[in-house]
């Protein structure tokens, strides 16, 4: 029997859009890799503009 369940992992991606600092996100990724207990991807991409979320987009 075949079954159609896809295989999903959970990733993070770090956001710093309009004036919220960008080492802000950097820092509340890092505090909610470390409070997690499960497995989580994290995306070494901190998205500021459209560039940087095709990169991102890229690297997950």
């Known amino acids: 029997m075949m079954t159609n369940i896809p295989v ?3 990733g993070i991606i770090a ?9 802000l996100s950097k820092t ?6 470390k409070a997690y207990k499960g497995d989580l991807y994290e995306c070494p991409v ?3 503009n ?4 095709l990169e991102a987009v890229c690297e997950v």
Do not use: G, H, W, Y
Request: glycine share 0%; charged share 35%; net charge positive.
């Open 50 to 53: 459209e560039k940087d979320m």
């Open 28 to 33: 509340r990724r890092a505090n909610i890799m």
């Open 8 to 10: 999903v992992k959970l």
């Open 15 to 23: 956001v710093s859009r309009d004036c919220f600092p960008i080492q």
């Open 46 to 48: 901190t998205v500021d």
